[in-house]
T-cell receptor, first 115, second 115 residues
Framework: EPEVTQTPSHQVTQMGQEVILRCVPI?????FYWYRQILGQKVEFLVS????????KSEIFDDQFSVERPDGSNFTLKIRSTKLEDSAMYFC?????????????FGSGTRLTVV | KNQVEQSPQSLIILEGKNCTLQ??????????LRWYKQDTGRGPVSLTI?????NTKSNGRYTATLDADTKQSSLHITASQLSDSASYIC??????????????FGKGTKLSVKP
């Protein structure tokens, strides 16, 4: 069964450093998403992406965050200057269509630890 | 505000026993409700999806119910197995997105199945 692949599985970074989280969505999917889950909290929406541009973003997704689809397969989330409160699991997801009935396939996540 | 509340927060049961997890939501406009299973350190995996007109949906030992009038859903697990130990997340899909995105997540119920 097709999977969404995320790398690395765990990243430790110092506060103030830039990090890039990488995702390879399912190949025929057109819509891409980033979510995050702070330890013990619920999964929160960050951003959705379609046709090489952001469709929607949450209040969390401020100027420190950016997304990019640099080639035909990768989808990245960049945090420019990490803060302690950015420590969380970051999940990438993709879907073929954007209708509410469409299934989202989630990756296994990247655990980001900011020290 | 769009919210999904789940109970209990955590649950411990013996292998072979049944259990029921609850979900209440205040999400509009409502499109569908999904139950996800999330193993520790992994991304959520969809178990069931229910639309407004569906009352019950089964997937093997998992049976989900939906009461759209009272905005409540339940997930019943029969004959539990050790591999059922995970977090079970109730997710309501909105017809429209916005800053919260299409998917509104509950905090999950952490289920532990003991031998």
């Amino acid at each position: 069964e097709p999977e969404v692949t995320q790398t690395p599985s765990h990243q430790v970074t110092q506060m103030g450093q830039e990090v890039i989280l990488r995702c390879v969505p399912i190949s025929n999917h057109l819509y891409f998403y980033w979510y995050r889950q702070i330890l013990g909290q619920k999964v929160e929406f960050l951003v959705s992406f379609y046709n090489n541009e952001i469709s929607e973003k949450s209040e969390i997704f401020d100027d420190q965050f950016s997304v990019e689809r640099p080639d035909g397969s990768n989808f990245t989330l960049k945090i420019r200057s990490t803060k302690l409160e950015d420590s969380a699991m970051y999940f990438c997801a993709s879907s073929f269509v954007s209708t509410p009935e469409s299934g989202y396939t989630f990756g296994s996540g990247t655990r980001l630890t900011v020290v | 505000k769009n919210q999904v509340e789940q109970s209990p927060q955590s649950l411990i049961i013996l292998e072979g026993k049944n259990c029921t997890l609850q979900c209440n939501y205040t999400v509009s406009p409502f499109s569908n409700l999904r139950w996800y299973k999330q193993d520790t350190g992994r991304g959520p995996v969809s178990l069931t999806i229910m639309t407004f007109s569906e009352n019950t949906k089964s997937n093997g030992r998992y049976t989900a119910t939906l009461d759209a009038d009272t905005k409540q859903s339940s997930l019943h697990i029969t004959a539990s197995q050790l591999s059922d130990s995970a977090s079970y997340i109730c997710v309501v899909t909105r017809l429209t997105g916005g800053s919260q995105g299409n998917l509104i997540f509950g905090k999950g119920t952490k289920l532990s199945v003991k031998p």
